[in-house]
């Protein structure tokens, strides 16, 4: 079983940067990648970034893209999430998950993920 932890997050204003951490535990052999996925008040859960577990050929969505970068420290067993240039619509609690049995690279289905953490809280004032 694994178990995902997210620390990080908290308030920041607007065009600044801040660093998500998430620490991976358990038996990973059976997954392939990580993801980060938000989730806003009233909205469904929408991906933000995954990578393989060997670190190569992350991934972003598009709100992302250029802003957001994704990596995983293998030695640490944790996945970082590095937010640059934060937006207002970037308030959300963000998630780490692991894929699951039905995952493709690059999926960014949340239902290709699972074991979720339980979240880190994320909130953009300006």
């Known amino acids: 079983q694994v178990q995902l932890e997210e620390s990080g997050g908290g308030l920041v204003q607007a065009g600044d940067s801040t660093r998500l951490s998430c620490v991976v535990s358990?038996?990973?052999?059976?997954?392939?990648?990580i993801g980060w996925f938000r989730q806003a008040p009233g909205k469904e859960r929408e991906f933000v970034a995954a990578?393989?577990?060997?670190?190569?050929?992350?991934y972003y969505g598009d709100s992302v893209k250029g802003r957001f970068t994704i990596a995983f420290d293998n030695a640490k067993n944790t996945v970082y999430l590095q937010m640059n240039s934060l937006k207002l619509e970037d308030t959300a609690v963000y998630y780490c998950?692991?894929?699951?049995?039905?995952?493709?690279?690059?999926?960014?289905?949340?239902?290709?993920?699972?074991?979720w953490g339980q979240g880190t809280q994320v909130t953009v004032s300006s």
């Open positions: 990578v393989p577990l060997n670190g190569r050929d992350p």
């Open positions: 998950g692991v894929s699951g049995q039905s995952y493709y690279y690059p999926s960014r289905k949340a239902f290709d993920f699972g074991s």
């Open positions: 358990g038996r990973t052999y059976t997954s392939h990648g």
